[in-house]
């Protein structure tokens, strides 16, 4: 095997004068040696942030503000400051809970899938699609929370021996598995990220001067030392957790849309639903993840790690699972009058054409036909035109919950009971606080750990290289 | 610095190791030191190095069954606690359906065996490997950044020091370190 190496690899020499493949691209730019990769990641720990940072970092504050008091004003108030009815019980909370759970998905996509089909590309970016992921889901668990009217009583979802009887919750039901589902996803995810973490930290213990800031990562990289021996158990495990993360996070969006298919509502009783949530939670989320590399790679000035090429790689998965989504729009429209109750088939026409129809057309326009536009090489290599695609993706994967909720719900089955929703300006404060709850705490993120995995990236600088 | 038993027995042997500036030099000299019957304490890597496992003499990692284990205990747990709360401590009629509706119990059941079988694995890597918060071990220097480390034994008498200096010069070594504990 030694043998086989140096005739493959030249001579020491071989390092100074790399030989680049025609078939493969590097997969980072600038002919990284070790110790450059090292700096260029760890700097940003160090240096204080730059102008573009500060800016993105005061609007989102900005943001979670709005959202914090538009959560105190609904949880003191009740629930009754939302512009729910009788008929629509669920429209804007569940519909940014979805959203946010279905960001989410890209990251585990990226650091598991990805990792067990071997997709090296994936190293620049699974570090911080993980703490989308993680940031995504505590967005998404504050909707139901703030929902359930009062939220210091959510433990009350768990099955504990109580006072009550012990009164069980009902594990028949799809809300009890939503939170079983999403607790173990943000666990499993948060001790994979963090196991990702430790030899990063560790490399960033080892050359911080701040004695402060160096006792943290002592503390945080548990004594990490590089060793073989805990890198080939490190590397066992972080298999079998690929392995766990990946049925797992098919089944995190699987139950969420149990939450709809295992009810009798038209538009929501759907065998289909399953796979169209988890290909349309994948699309949006790596739609996010795009917007969120473009503005890391100019706010960081990380151009040569997470390079056009991988964004182009990101623009084919979205093309695929967009596909996939829009392939699930046909068939519902063609299951709805296939068949033949008359119930199906006036939700599809009310989809369609009735009150809310912009919306539907909203969703199709951006989720069915937009990233259409990803065939094309130009489009899925030119960065400020990926930017505005994504951020239609996720405009239009918003509307696509928005419309599956409310439109299901507005005209049901008794039309004395028809009605129309309208969401308040507290319903739109809730909104916009989770996004400024994403953005700040992703930019915290980029201040307080390396962004990219150091190690991981090592392990594959000289791919296409030599 | 805390200690297991295999170290205390030979916190007085001493240890010769050697510095390479890449991954190759440092994967050939650990095949030839293998081969020559030197013992080697371990090897130190920034990263991941593709096949050290074999060429430094590891055997398979066995947390793959420890997950496997874990993951039936999650099993058990997940389907034993609905069908006791459900069926036995207090059965509650829920739109009809049977006391132990045993389909509609498979999602808390999956998600608690990969709960358990995650948990529990990444809970046996960090106390098999002693990484916990405190831990203060023996690193060396950039190793963390760009520098490759072999630690060979001393095990005996017949440890040949000259010889093994050789052996790491002729595969490009940039330091050879003697040193008293193993790390």
Known sequence: MAVAIKQHHGTKGSMDHPTVSNLRQPLIEGEKSYSEVTTDICKLLDNKPGVGWWVAF????????????????????????????????????????????????????????????????????NRSAEAMTL?????????????????????????????????????RSPLVWDFFAISTYFTISLVFWYLGLVPDLATARDRTISKLKRAVYRIFSLGWNGSNRTWSRYETVYLVLAALATPLVLSVHSIVSFDFATSLIPGWHSTIFPPYFVAGAVFSGFAMVMTLMILVRKLMHLEQYITVHHLENMCKVTLLTGSIVSVAYLTEIFIGFYSGNPNEMFLILNRVLGPYAWAYWTMVTCNAIVPQLFWFKRVRTTIPVIFVLSILVNVGMWFERFVIIVISLHRDFLPSSWAMYTPTVTEFGLLLGSFGLFFTLFLLFLRLFPAISMSEVKGVLHYARR | MRADKDDKAQANSRYTAAVFRNEEELFSAVLEARASGFEIHDVYTPFPVHGMDQAAGLKRSRLTWIALIAGAIGLMFGLGLQVWTSA????????????????????????????????????????????????????????????????????????????????????????????????
């Not at chain 1, 210091?152 to 012990?166: Q, V």
């Not at chain 2, 052996?167 to 193993?182: P, T």
């Open chain 1, 58 to 125: 005061s609007v989102s504050v900005c943001f979670l503000i709005a959202g914090a008091i538009a959560t105190t004003y609904t949880v003191t108030t009740g629930i009754g400051t939302w512009g729910l009815n009788k008929t629509i019980g669920w429209a804007f909370d569940i519909t940014n809970f979805v959203f946010w759970i279905g960001i989410g998905h890209a990251g585990t996509f990226i650091s598991a899938i990805l990792f067990l089909f071997n997709q090296k590309w994936r190293t620049s970016v």
């Open chain 2, 88 to 183: 036995y401590d207090w059965p509650l009629n829920v739109g009809g359906k049977p006391f132990n509706s045993f389909p509609l119990f498979i999602p808390v059941t999956f998600e608690l065996t990969v709960l358990f079988s995650g948990l529990i694995a990444i809970g046996v890597l960090l106390v098999r490997n002693r990484l916990w918060l405190f831990s203060k071990r023996l690193v060396f220097s950039r190793v963390t950044d760009d520098r490759f480390v072999i630690v060979l034994k001393q095990s005996d008498a017949s440890f040949d020091q000259r010889r093994a200096m050789k052996l790491f010069a002729r595969h490009g070594a940039i330091k050879v370190i003697e040193g008293d504990q193993f790390v």
């Open chain 1, 135 to 171: 940031i995504a889901v505590m967005c998404a668990g504050l909707f139901p929370v703030i929902h359930m009217g009062r939220p210091w009583l959510f433990y009350w979802i768990l099955p504990y021996p109580n006072a009550r009887g012990s009164l069980w919750v009902n594990f």
